[in-house]
């Protein structure tokens, strides 16, 4: 399939019925919206879709008219080429935006009276720029798009006939200075198609066309740039300029502000009050318009990595309601507004889906900790997790991994010399919770994990190390304290090893913990037992009724009918992986396995692991959107549950009004076809291909039975003992894979015959 013919596709898949979906589908009454007008506010998409198609290309724009609410505005920052002809292009130099460089015509200018250089628009004709492409120019976003859209003409934009084009005029004077008058033009260009907004950070060139345009279909909108920088033909600051609203009102309907004029960071960034602009430009009569959202850029660590908490914050604090927002992601805004807001802390359920934390909520605390966990309750899960470790001194206990390094500051304590060696654990070495006993443990200070440090992007600093770390007992206790919580999970990992090698029986103690705490009854809160060991959950099937829940701890493309089988004889549930429903390469869908469906068929509920809110974790596919991700794989793969460090946004996603709409589901609440996007990915740009995830089979679930305990023996060093505890199992390749199960076709149809 050509890359445009495959687009065309992906765009059917996101239409549905979307000319049926009238204006704010979901939200009935509309009078709760504090904007000037009372209306929802507005949906302005940065160059289009810019957040993931190259800024201002055909595809970007498509994409935004048909992922977006109705009514989404489309932004074009305008600029002129040396004869005149307006094009879109996020930046008079286009080499960052477009293939030009290669015709290596560099130049310096004065631009707002520094000198610049780049290659400027007013240097080429339109006809020179022909043969020039739109590209990525945001490094941290995928280049598989390039050069599938030419450079396009204003008009080519207004002829996508959106409901809404706003045009950016962010360097008049520039032209001016080049012979090139951008008044000419934009009052030439408004006599032809209809331009509903003009923003521009120039007072002069706004007073310019004020009396010249039709304020019933143009708005003018001031743009503010930084406080501190000069506007040019006044001379003034910004920030002094935001002072008389009065005399911006003069020549604007409008103004046009970084997100921070509203709410400012620190230089830490963290959130401060919000100030009173928004209110005081509606009381001036002024609409208000906030820009610089992006959901692959970092913002305030307040937001926990949820764009959508920060949309919400702008247009539903209770306080006020910005008019409109610019953004480089309009499918996640169009969400915010549409599905997210007001939703009220009683909201139903609307999706049947299992929220069971991760560590607790170990994106925002330090896992498996107190805080980890009350946290993850008042974000609405419906399971918490232990995982169970054992101290020196035989108590269970949460924690995320069985070293302490990776969740404590154990390394810089006075037990670093406690480092040992345990092939069999883990490679490298670690200090491990079974050589310390429980009180040094509890002396020890919690750690948040940072599992997207390389891409600079850390949890929370102020709570780095909050919390303190529960023994199971106080786990179950907590948990048992909870009226909203159904369930609790304690996961087992390594028990061979560490009966075997440290006579510490982890199943027999996990047991007793629970019997102490009243929970070998039948329960109102169900308790799940999850480990990758069949034995561990054998010795849980005898003893009592417990739901068990097999975790298949490596990705796989498909489980064999005698593997299901098996697992159905010592599991009642099943753990796999985001890969393991939705394979990918390079982070591109390439399709969906039949692996949840042949598991539910067996009658085994799915839960999938680990879903994060920061965007490095989801694929392209999703747009940087987590509740993107979470709908596609809870509407489209049907799991039963999702596993999250972040349990607020799978909560929130259940209760939010876009669900359960029928034919009416707008696009932002429609799953994605998975492999759509590599399917536009032209063959040159297509990543090399990856081996397949392997087959589950029998030999991989199959264990040895757990060792028993003769006598608790202290042991002397923890590194001793080098011989295998298990049988060891076959070796598996943990790798992501490019496998076509079903062509994309078939995947479309998929998506349809569920709409
Ligand atoms: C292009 O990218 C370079 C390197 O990041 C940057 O220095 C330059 O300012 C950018 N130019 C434009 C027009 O954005
Ligand atoms: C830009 O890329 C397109 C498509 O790859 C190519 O046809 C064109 O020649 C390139 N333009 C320049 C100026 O090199
Ligand atoms: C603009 O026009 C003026 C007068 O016609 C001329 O002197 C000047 O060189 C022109 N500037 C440019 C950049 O073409
Ligand atoms: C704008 O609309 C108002 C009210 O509908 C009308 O009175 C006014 O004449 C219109 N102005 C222009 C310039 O068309
Ligand atoms: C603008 O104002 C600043 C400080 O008020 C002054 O330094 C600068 O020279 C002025 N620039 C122009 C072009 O008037
Ligand atoms: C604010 O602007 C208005 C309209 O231009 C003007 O009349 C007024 O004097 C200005 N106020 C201040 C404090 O500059
Ligand atoms: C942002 O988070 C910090 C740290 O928790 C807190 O002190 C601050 O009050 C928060 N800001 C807002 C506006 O909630
Ligand atoms: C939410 O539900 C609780 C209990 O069901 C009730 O007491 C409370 O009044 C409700 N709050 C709102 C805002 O409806
Ligand atoms: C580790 O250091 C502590 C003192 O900080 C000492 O008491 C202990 O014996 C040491 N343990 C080992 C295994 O070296
Ligand atoms: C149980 O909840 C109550 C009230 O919410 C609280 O006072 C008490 O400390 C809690 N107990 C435990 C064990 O968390
Ligand atoms: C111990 O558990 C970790 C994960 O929890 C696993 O990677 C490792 O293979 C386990 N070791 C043994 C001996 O079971
Ligand atoms: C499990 O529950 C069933 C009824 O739900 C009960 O008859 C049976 O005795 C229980 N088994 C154990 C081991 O508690």
């Given at each position: ?491 087992i990992e390594n028990a061979s ?10 199943t ?23 480990s990758s060991n069949s034995s561990v959950l054998m010795k ?10 097999y975790k298949?701890d ?16 010592f ?130 679930v199959?264990e040895s039975?757990l ?19 298990a049988?060891?199992r ?26």
């Amino acid at each position: 399939m050509s890359s445009s013919r495959a687009f065309t596709s992906l765009l059917a898949a996101f239409l549905l019925l979307h000319s049926l979906v009238t204006l704010v589908s979901a939200q009935g009454s509309t009078s709760r919206w504090q904007t000037l007008s009372g209306n929802p506010p507005l949906v302005v998409a940065r160059g289009g879709f810019s957040g993931l198609f190259p800024d201002s290309s055909y595809y970007a724009y498509q994409f935004a008219l048909e992922t977006s609410v109705p009514d989404v505005i489309l932004w074009c920052d305008v600029q002129l080429t040396k004869d005149g002809v307006g094009i879109c292009a996020p930046d008079l130099r286009l080499e960052n935006s477009t293939n030009i460089s290669i015709l290596n015509k560099y130049k310096t200018y004065l631009v707002n009276g520094v000198p610049t250089r780049g290659c400027f628009s007013v240097d080429f004709t339109f006809s020179d720029l022909s043969s020039v492409v739109y590209t990525q120019g945001v490094y941290s976003r995928p280049n598989k798009f390039d050069g599938l859209s030419p450079i396009q003409q204003v008009e080519n934009v207004a002829a996508l006939k959106p409901s809404g084009m706003w045009l950016n005029v962010q360097h008049d004077a520039f032209f001016t200075q080049h012979n090139l008058s951008m008044r000419s033009y934009i009052l030439a260009l408004s006599r032809k198609v209809v331009v509903n907004y003009i923003s521009s950070p120039e007072v002069v060139f706004l007073r310019s066309i004020a009396a010249r345009v039709n304020p019933n279909v143009t708005k003018l909108v001031f743009r503010f740039l930084g406080p501190n920088d000069f506007e040019p033909s006044t001379n003034q600051t910004y920030s002094s300029l935001l002072k008389n609203l009065t005399f911006i009102k003069t020549f604007a309907s409008g103004i046009l502000i970084p997100k921070g004029y509203i709410w400012p960071v620190d230089a830490s960034l963290y959130l401060q009050p919000h100030t009173s602009v928004v209110l005081d430009a509606h009381k001036a009569g002024l609409e208000v318009f906030a820009s610089e959202f992006y959901n692959d850029v970092p913002f305030s660590f307040n937001y926990s990595y949820d764009p959508v908490s920060e949309y919400l914050s702008f247009i539903d604090n209770g306080d006020f309601s910005v008019d409109g927002v610019l953004s480089d992601f309009p499918i996640t805004l169009s969400g915010a507004i549409d599905c997210f807001s007001h939703l009220g802390k009683n909201a139903s359920e609307k999706a049947k889906v299992l929220v069971i934390s991760k560590n607790g909520a170990s994106g925002d605390y330090p896992g498996c900790t107190d805080k980890a966990y009350q946290k993850a309750i008042s974000d609405g899960a419906d399971v918490i997790d232990c995982p169970v470790q054992m101290s020196k001194d035989g108590i269970p206990f949460c924690l995320g991994s069985i070293n302490l390094i990776d969740s404590t500051t154990v390394a810089q304590s006075k037990y670093s010399n406690l480092s040992a060696i345990i092939p069999e654990l883990k490679t490298g070495s670690g200090i491990f919770t079974f050589s310390l006993t429980w009180s040094q443990i509890q002396s020890l200070t919690p750690a948040m994990a940072n599992p997207y440090a390389k891409y600079e992007l850390f949890r929370n600093p102020k709570f780095r190390n909050d919390g303190k770390f529960l023994s199971l007992s106080d786990f179950l206790a907590l948990a048992k304290n909870s009226s909203s919580l159904s369930g609790v999970l304690i996961s087992i990992e390594n028990a061979s090893y560490l009966i075997e090698k440290q006579q510490l029986p982890v199943t027999d103690a996990v047991l007793d913990a629970l019997s102490k705490a009243g929970y070998d009854k039948q329960n109102a809160m169900e308790l799940m037992i999850q480990s990758s060991n069949s034995s561990v959950l054998m010795k849980f099937k005898e003893k009592n009724n417990y739901t068990l829940v097999y975790k298949v701890d490596e990705n796989i493309r498909d489980a064999l009918d005698a593997t299901i089988k098996d697992i159905k004889t010592f599991a009642d549930s099943v753990v796999i992986s985001k890969s393991s429903v939705f394979p990918d390469n390079a982070l591109f869908l390439t399709g969906v396995t039949d692996v949840v469906p042949r598991l539910k068929s067996a009658g085994l509920p799915v839960y999938v692991e680990t879903f994060s809110n920061e965007f490095v974790s989801q694929a392209w596919d999703f747009f940087s959107d987590a509740n993107v991700e979470v709908n596609t794989y809870v509407m489209e793969a049907n799991v039963n549950g999702v596993i999250t460090d972040f349990p607020l946004t799978a909560s929130r996603y259940k209760r939010n009004h876009c669900l359960n709409l029928g034919k009416n589901t707008p696009p932002y609440m429609t799953p994605v076809p998975p492999g759509g996007l590599m399917e536009i990915i032209p063959r040159e740009l297509l990543p090399p291909a990856e081996a397949p995830n392997p087959v589950l089979t029998e030999n991989d679930v199959a264990e040895s039975p757990l060792p028993s305990v003769i006598a608790r023996v202290p042991s002397s060093s923890p590194g001793d003992g080098t011989a295998q505890a298990a049988a060891p199992r076959p070796n598996r390749q943990h790798k992501i894979a490019a496998c076509f199960f079903l062509t994309n076709l078939a995947i479309l149809f998929t998506v349809f015959s569920l709409l």
